[in-house]
Nanobody
Framework: QVQLAESGGGLVQAGASLRLTCAAS????????VGWFRQAPGKEREFIAV???????YYADSVKGRFTTTRDNSKNMVYLQMNSLKPEDTAVYYC????????????????WGQGTQVTVSS
């Protein structure tokens, strides 16, 4: 089991950048894939990115080219750099950890952070 905590959300204007941090407490964190999801009011939780344990990343089309996820296993940290933010990026952002290869689906994750609010004004 992995305990996760997100930070770094806030209120920004369209076009701005934010960096979210996901701090994990796990002895074998490097073996986990870490996914990023978001949920806007009245909408389902949406996959946006995954940082595979092997080091590569995969992004949803909605954020590709604007968002980048990286990780520092020595610090048990995963980051989501969000650039060129749009009002439609407004949501609660979550990080989650899994060892499942089906890491594009929220159902593959058992360990979730509490979420951090990102609000982008126009």
């Amino acid at each position: 089991q992995v305990q996760l905590a997100e930070s770094g959300g806030g209120l920004v204007q369209a076009g701005a950048s934010l960096r979210l941090t996901c701090a994990a407490s796990a002895g074998s964190f490097s073996s986990y894939h870490v996914g990023w999801f978001r949920q806007a009011p009245g909408k389902e939780r949406e996959f946006i990115a995954v940082r595979w344990s092997g080091g590569s990343s995969y992004y949803a089309d909605s954020v590709k080219g604007r968002f980048t996820t990286t990780r520092d296993n020595s610090k048990n940290m995963v980051y989501l750099q969000m650039n060129s933010l749009k009002p439609e990026d407004t949501a609660v952002y979550y990080c989650a950890a899994t060892t499942s290869r089906f890491a594009l689906s929220a159902s593959a994750y058992n360990d979730w952070g509490q979420g951090t609010q990102v609000t982008v004004s126009s």
